[in-house]
């Protein structure tokens, strides 16, 4: 019987290092930044909202089709390292 390499938890774990990292160096690309999102406890809807913009323009940033601009990259590691403090700060940004 074959037995699985990582369990589900372990997985979660190396997930939540990897994003970790991504945001202590930065978010590069939209790969990243749907991992970040993700691990930030975000649908891409949220996010969407969040940072006043379209969901399709979130899933153009995670797809590569379009260019990921820096404000955003940061406001996404922002709101995984402070989610609260970011969102009421974005939220009061918005008006």
Known sequence: MKKDIYTLEE?????????TAIVARGIRDGTELKLVRKQAGLRSFELATILDVTPETVSRWESGKLE????????????????????????????
């Open 68 to 95: 990921l601009p820096r404000l955003v990259a940061f406001a996404v590691a922002e709101l995984y390292e402070r989610p609260l403090v970011t969102r009421r700060n974005l939220e009061k940004l918005a008006g």
């Open 11 to 19: 997985v979660e774990q190396l997930e939540q290092e990897h994003a």
